[in-house]
């Protein structure tokens, strides 16, 4: 079976050449000792598998899992030979703890979102306080996760997944006790600092553990899976726990599953890391942090504050000068952190501006949501958590259907449905009113919205690799992750901050009070759905498919090593 008939259809990653043979799982590849290619490319797999439902178990997989660059030292006292051949006890047990570690740092997320009006009872937290809270967290995963994959291969995969873990237990327990609203933000950056390591590094240390291209290929599907399911039902679990134990019990758990994942980590995970890393890049990571911080700031504090304040205009002019000074630094770079050019492919671009409004919409969709269902129609964590499970039935359906729809038709039909899906949720709010009757309306509008957000993502992965050089696909993917977490912290951000600006002047939330301030934020998750829709045509052009082909010509096939020849073809053993 090849590649083109499990949905990574037409141009998807494209085997070696046939002057090239192609790189298998065991290679030691070419001595140009770029790190993060076992990382990132097997991020590429991870992603179309969470995505679309569907196992790439095929005769080319390790094109995706290993690609050829990737030269790995594995230190470890259980296992000086490095990850047992063939699956076993302890590789379920490394498994298990990587899932953990990927399940919390979503479900603090969507956990967290069916919690925030009781949040904003008890710690009595305005409207951009409660955007804080989310926003922060996913700025952080957003500004680190391309750094962090690099840094395990650096220093060692098991000590950095550690150090996340740690990270991450520590943060959840102060937003536990936070006594403030001030303080639970910065707890939540500090749990968002670890959030970022464990991603990535987890997935990592799984393709380290699995030699076997398809027993690797189960691993990431599991772990996908793990994420899937903690997004689709984070809002019923917070629910459950806001209403029986209270809103913090979301970060007591999430501590409890962190320390579970480090107990599990420290028995069996074997220490590895590559034998030549990627340099760092620590001026491109500031410049990163200081144009979303001030971005996602600016959205944030405006409507309070003034888009004429002083605080406002510095921190405006922070993020566009950042970004500047970002384009002309990166491009000079032989190795940096955002290679500019993956832009210069119109799919990818496209794909990445897609993801950002898809996320956002959905990201803004249930933050307005759970304010909505709670603040004015007065119902309780649990009951708003059941409310939301359409979204989460629908992404359970649709997601699978998306990945087979892109592998038998291409990205453009399933994109087109999704942005259609997602503008027509929107309308529901808009031109139908649906916030102000009960029943099937409402109802309705959920469900177009999860449609939307479950079949925009298989095509979003095949666009980010299409065309790709395989051992660049990872990395490629790795910066549609990034948009994705973009989109979620601006989503937030800015329909919360349209609907505090419309909101300010009201002393009761009623329905019909809240129906008409979040009119302006539905017509802004309404648009999303229309640009989906549009730049899903417009980025399947003849004309677009060009663009893919002269931006991967830009990255040629790095030469062997002195005395290394050419990757053998077969599988080699690793020692």
């Known amino acids: 079976m090849r590649l083109g008939a499990l949905g990574l259809a037409g141009r998807a990653l494209p085997t070696a050449p046939p002057d090239r043979p192609v790189p298998r799982s065991g290679d030691t590849g070419p001595a140009d000792g770029r790190a993060g290619g076992g990382t990132a490319s097997a991020g590429a797999v991870a992603l179309y598998w969470q995505q679309t439902g569907t196992a790439p178990a095929c005769e080319n997989l390790d094109v995706v899992a290993r690609p050829a660059g990737l030269e790995e030292h594995v230190v470890s006292k259980s296992s000086p ?79 950095t997944f550690q150090a996340g873990l740690w990270i991450f237990t520590v943060g959840s327990a102060l937003c536990a006790v936070a006594p403030t609203l001030e303080w639970l933000v910065a707890f939540r950056v500090l749990q968002a600092v670890g959030g970022a390591v464990l991603s990535p590094v987890s997935l990592s240390i799984i393709t380290h553990t699995f030699p076997d291209d398809r027993e690797r290929a189960r691993a990431i599907g599991v772990w996908s899976g793990v994420a899937g399911i903690a997004l689709a039902a984070g809002p019923l679990l917070g629910g459950v726990l806001v209403g029986s134990a209270g ?64 605080m406002i205009l510095t921190c405006g002019t922070v993020a566009v000068l950042s970004l500047l000074a970002l384009v002309a630094y990166e491009r000079r770079r032989t190795e940096p952190l955002l290679d500019l050019r993956f832009f210069r492919s119109a799919p990818f671009s496209m794909a990445a501006v897609i993801a950002l409004c898809a996320m956002g919409a959905c990201a803004g969709f249930l933050f307005l949501s759970t304010l909505y269902l709670q603040d004015a129609r007065g119902f309780s964590a649990l009951r708003t958590g059941l409310w939301l499970l359409p979204m989460a039935a629908m992404t359970m359906v ?54 939307g957000y479950s079949l925009v993502a298989a095509p979003i992965t095949h666009m980010i690799v299409s065309g790709m050089p395989p051992a660049r696909a990872g990395v490629a993917g790795a910066i549609a992750m990034t948009s994705r977490l973009c989109g979620q912290s601006l989503g937030v951000a800015v329909t919360g901050a349209v609907l505090a600006a419309s909101l300010h002047h009201t002393t009761h939330t009623t329905v019909g009070a809240f129906a008409e301030a979040g009119r302006p934020a539905w017509w802004i998750l309404t648009g999303c759905g229309a640009v989906v829709a549009l730049l899903g045509v417009c980025a399947t052009t003849p004309w677009a498919r060009r663009t893919a082909d002269r931006a991967a010509a830009l990255f040629p096939a790095s030469p062997a090593a002195p005395g290394t020849g050419p990757a053998p073809a077969e599988d080699s053993p690793r020692h």
């Open 247 to 310: 809103w913090r019990s979301i970060f007591w758990l999430s501590a409890l599953v962190a320390l579970a994942a480090l107990a599990l980590t420290a028995r069996c995970v074997p220490e590895s890391r590559a034998l030549r890393p990627q340099p760092g890049d620590p001026i491109g990571q500031v410049l990163v942090v200081t144009l979303l911080a001030p971005l996602v700031y600016t959205i944030i504090e405006a409507p309070g504050r003034g888009w004429d304040d002083p």
């Open 398 to 451: 649709f997601a699978p259907l998306s990945g087979r729809l892109t592998g038998s038709r291409g990205p453009r039909l399933p994109l087109v449905l999704a942005g259609v899906a997602t503008a027509a949720g929107g309308l529901m709010f808009t031109v139908l009113n649906a916030e102000s009757s009960s029943g099937l309306p409402l109802l309705a509008g959920y469900v177009l919205i999860g449609i």
């Open 81 to 159: 030979h490095g990850p047992v051949a063939g699956p076993g006890r302890r590789q379920r047990l490394v498994l298990a703890s990587c899932s953990m570690s990927i399940l919390i740092v979503v479900l603090d997320f969507t956990a967290l979102n069916v919690a925030l009006p009781t949040v904003q009872r008890e710690l009595h937290a305005s409207v951009s306080g409660l955007q804080w809270t989310l926003a922060a967290y996913g700025l952080v995963l957003a500004s680190l996760q391309m750094v962090a994959g690099s840094t395990g291969d650096r220093i060692g995969r098991r000590r």
